[in-house]
T-cell receptor, first 112, second 112 residues
Framework: GESVGLHLPTLSVQEGDNSIINCAYS??????FIWYKQESGKGPQFIID?????DKRQGQRVTVLLNKTVKHLSLQIAATQPGDSAVYFC???????????FGAGTQVVVTP | DTAVSQTPKYLVTQMGNDKSIKCEQN?????MYWYKQDSKKFLKIMFS???????INETVPNRFSPKSPDKAHLNLHINSLELGDSAVYFC???????????FGSGTRLTVV
């Protein structure tokens, strides 16, 4: 399944399927991006990052894609598991800012 | 051993009171942050300290005052609490400015 990360939408995914979470970032000057996962009652947790000189980066079961032309970032999760149920945030920054700007978040619900 | 720890985890208090939230990190990071997460899960930076020096102070009411006694600690004091201050407050740290954050588990503040 796919979603656009505005106003905390919900993405419902069947266990075992692939998930795609989308993020439209705000600033064309941003040069570093991170995806975070926040489980209920916990703080956000780093998943994967990508710099603006790359368009794709892979981790364990996760892939981040960056399209600077349209200011779009996506997170793909392969073979989604119940433990992947959480809110996912994209975050952007530029070297001189000293801070990250977070997107609105997407709730992922994994169904059996 | 918790990397970024916040206390208390829950705080319920009356309007007009003054309260503090404490944060400690044992990661040896130089930079610490306070973020506020509202009821729609939106995360917004409030303050950032680098080696005990304030480097980011977003548009936050001056009822909020951070204090960093050393680079491992960043506390947040809030005067004259208002209903709108109800939120989850997250402390985070990073090795360098604009590096990936490690978040604490949050302090849920409820003002009644």
């Amino acid at each position: 399944g796919e979603s656009v990360g505005l106003h905390l939408p919900t993405l419902s995914v069947q266990e075992g399927d692939n998930s795609i979470i989308n993020c439209a970032y705000s600033n064309s000057a941003s040069d570093y991006f991170i995806w975070y996962k926040q489980e209920s009652g916990k703080g956000p947790q780093f998943i994967i990052d990508i710099r603006s000189n790359m368009d794709k980066r892979q981790g364990q079961r996760v892939t981040v894609l960056l399209n600077k032309t349209v200011k779009h970032l996506s997170l793909q999760i392969a073979a989604t598991q119940p433990g992947d149920s959480a809110v996912y945030f994209c975050a952007e920054t530029k070297g001189s800012w000293g801070k990250f700007q977070f997107g609105a978040g997407t709730q992922v619900v994994v169904t059996p | 051993d918790t990397a970024v720890s916040q206390t208390p985890k829950y705080l319920v208090t009356q309007m007009g009171n003054d309260k503090s939230i404490k944060c400690e990190q044992n990661l040896g990071h130089d930079t610490m942050y306070w973020y506020k997460q509202d009821s729609k899960k939106f995360l917004k930076i409030m303050f950032s300290y680098n080696n005990k020096e304030l480097i980011i102070n977003e548009t936050v009411p001056n009822r909020f005052s951070p204090k960093s006694p050393d680079k491992a600690h960043l506390n947040l004091h809030i005067n004259s609490l208002e209903l709108g201050d109800s939120a989850v407050y997250f402390c985070a740290s990073s090795q360098e400015i604009n590096y990936g954050y490690t978040f604490g588990s949050g302090t849920r503040l409820t003002v009644v």
